[in-house]
């Protein structure tokens, strides 16, 4: 997943998707089911400023992915590790 909100940030969840600092992002509607048809319930709150170390994380290659769209922010310290690209193209 990426990064896409950090401390101080606000968001919104709405019908048609993330904004984070009223920047929707793209391909971040919440989907009702998963691969299998089981519901999904995303993450409650319409609006939320992220609090210290508080991370919003999705994904900018997928609609499927399962995120914090879903489960909410998540603590820095649950980070394990950090991907940095080391060979990119268009």
Request: charged letters at 15%.
């Amino acid at each position: 997943k990426q990064v896409v909100g950090v401390t101080g940030d606000t968001l919104a969840i709405l019908d048609h998707g993330v904004t984070i600092n009223q920047t929707l992002q793209p391909d971040s509607t919440a989907l009702p089911f998963d691969g299998i048809g089981r519901p999904l319930a995303s993450f409650s709150k319409n609006r939320l400023i992220l609090k210290p170390n508080e991370l919003w994380v999705m994904s900018n290659r997928s609609p499927l992915s399962f995120d914090s769209r879903y489960f909410g922010p998540i603590h820095q310290n649950q980070v394990s590790d950090v991907v940095r690209p080391l060979l990119t193209w268009q």
